[in-house]
């Protein structure tokens, strides 16, 4: 899933500064799971709002309201209900979901309440890992289902560096190092000797660096 943080209340004011009408829009996709911008927490985030507007002597009418998604038209099509009634939207969704919703409503002043951090997956209660990098090109099937562009610190193809010690890594030996992982884990698949073959040099076209990236699947466009 992507996961997600909610910005400093002082930023979020800051964007909000010319707003008298604000519309709070959680999401109930992916960061209600992260418990960063479901309908608990824009409820939350909305009197945070209007007790910050209120403590730098502004007013302002702060509502709330959710979408199941915000990446997808279909569920986009509901804030029609809301059309004029608000002069900003607060989007407590990831940045995809704040640029599908300014895409589609090109007259309305949206605005981020979090910072999109990475696709992860829940360690334990309340704990989030990086587990993807959206690369475009995966590597999985090589490492025995362990990222080695999301999860070592230099996105390294053929191994550990030479820092590397005592299964940890050098940047912050607090994290494993996932090549140490990759070894171990190949290991007990009996699947060690695929880790000779030198990976090929990275083609990296497929990471997004040569712009936003689109995927068409002709059987399912009308």
Not at 15 to 21: G, H, N, T
Not at 66 to 73: E, F, M, N, W
Request: neutral net charge.
């Amino acid at each position: 899933m992507i996961v997600a943080e909610r910005k400093p209340l002082a930023e979020i004011l800051k964007m909000l500064r010319d707003s008298r009408k604000i519309l709070v829009l959680a999401c109930k996709g992916c960061v209600t799971v992260c418990s960063a911008g479901g309908e608990r927490e824009a409820e939350i985030l909305a009197s945070l709002v209007r007790l910050g507007l209120r403590k730098e002597g502004r007013e302002a009418e702060v509502a709330t309201a959710s979408l199941v998604r915000q990446c997808d038209k279909e569920y986009i099509d509901g804030l029609d209900q809301y059309a004029g009634q608000y002069d900003a939207i607060l989007s407590t969704a990831c940045g995809v979901g704040v640029n599908f919703i300014a895409n589609l409503r090109p007259a309305e002043h949206v605005y981020p309440a979090l910072n999109t951090t990475f696709f992860g997956g829940s360690a334990e209660q309340g704990v989030w890992k990086e587990m993807c990098a959206g690369c475009g090109h995966c590597v999985l099937h090589f490492t025995g289902g362990l990222c080695p562009v999301a999860r070592c610190a230099k996105s390294l193809m053929n191994g550990p560096c030479g820092g590397s010690a005592n299964g940890r890594c050098e940047i912050n030996t607090e994290t494993d190092c996932v090549w140490q992982m990759i070894y171990d884990r190949m290991g007990r698949l009996e699947r060690q000797q695929e880790l000779t073959a030198a990976a090929p040099v990275r083609d990296w076209s497929t990471a997004g660096h040569g712009g936003p990236r689109k995927r068409v699947r002709e059987d399912l466009t009308v």
